[in-house]
T-cell receptor, first 115, second 117 residues
Framework: AQTVTQSQPEMSVQEAETVTLSCTYD???????LFWYKQPPSRQMILVIR??????QNATENRFSVNFQKAAKSFSLKISDSQLGDTAMYFC????????????FGTGTLLAVQP | GAVVSQHPSRVICKSGTSVKIECRSLDFQATTMFWYRQFPKQSLMLMATSNEGSKATYEQGVEKDKFLINHASLTLSTLTVTSAHPEDSSFYIC?????????????FGNGTRLTVT
């Protein structure tokens, strides 16, 4: 079974600083995909960034980047130049090819950006 | 961009009654939709996968007869909570996949807060 673990229930960062959110996963699949989603107080799920496991190059999206360590099954999210609007719950998620392609979420990290 | 509409956003019902939640893909056809349940300050737990024209696939521990899922068209999936009880109170979120591959965009509805009194 696939599992996704986020060991940091809550984190805080000062505005304009950098913060890294941790995520580890466990799977026996060789071809899979990893995602970071953001859930602000509105509860709307927003895709932040995604990574294909077969790609060694780390994905980046503006201020967001990942550190993907396949051997260690680690997929951390780095947020640079943190903004107040980044305050949200962040979920790491895993999906693999198959009949349903379902998305499995981690436990989440509540990030608070302080002014 | 693609939008998933979920309705209602909030519903309060009495114990023993049934509640239907709709999930619509507004500008794309969704052959697969997913239903999640989220408790306060917790993660999204996948309840079931809904495939158009076929029976839903439920996750282990989810009661099929309590949470009825119907995906009758490529743009609509419904979740019916039957004989609701207070422990069914939760936040329910649907998502729809725009495409067939696992890397296809997954769009989420805004969720439904169900309160059973």
């Amino acid at each position: 079974a696939q599992t996704v673990t986020q060991s940091q229930p809550e984190m805080s960062v000062q505005e304009a600083e950098t913060v890294t959110l941790s995520c580890t996963y466990d799977t026996s699949e060789s071809n899979y995909y990893l995602f970071w989603y953001k859930q602000p107080p509105s509860r709307q799920m927003i895709l932040v960034i995604r990574q294909e496991a077969y790609k060694q190059q780390n994905a980046t999206e503006n201020r967001f980047s990942v550190n993907f360590q396949k051997a260690a099954k680690s997929f951390s999210l780095k947020i640079s130049d943190s903004q107040l609007g980044d305050t949200a719950m962040y979920f790491c998620a895993f999906a693999y090819g198959g009949a349903t392609n379902k998305l499995i979420f981690g436990t989440g990290t509540l990030l608070a950006v302080q002014p | 961009g693609a939008v998933v509409s979920q309705h209602p956003s909030r519903v309060i019902c009495k114990s023993g009654t049934s509640v239907k939640i709709e999930c619509r893909s507004l500008d794309f056809q969704a052959t697969t939709m997913f239903w999640y349940r989220q408790f306060p300050k917790q993660s999204l737990m996948l309840m079931a996968t809904s495939n158009e024209g076929s029976k839903a696939t439920y996750e282990q521990g989810v009661e099929k007869d309590k949470f009825l899922i119907n995906h009758a068209s490529l743009t609509l999936s419904t979740l019916t909570v039957t004989s609701a009880h207070p422990e069914d109170s939760s936040f329910y979120i649907c998502s729809a996949r725009d495409g067939t591959g696992v890397y296809s965009p997954l769009h989420f509805g805004n969720g439904t807060r169900l309160t059973v009194t």
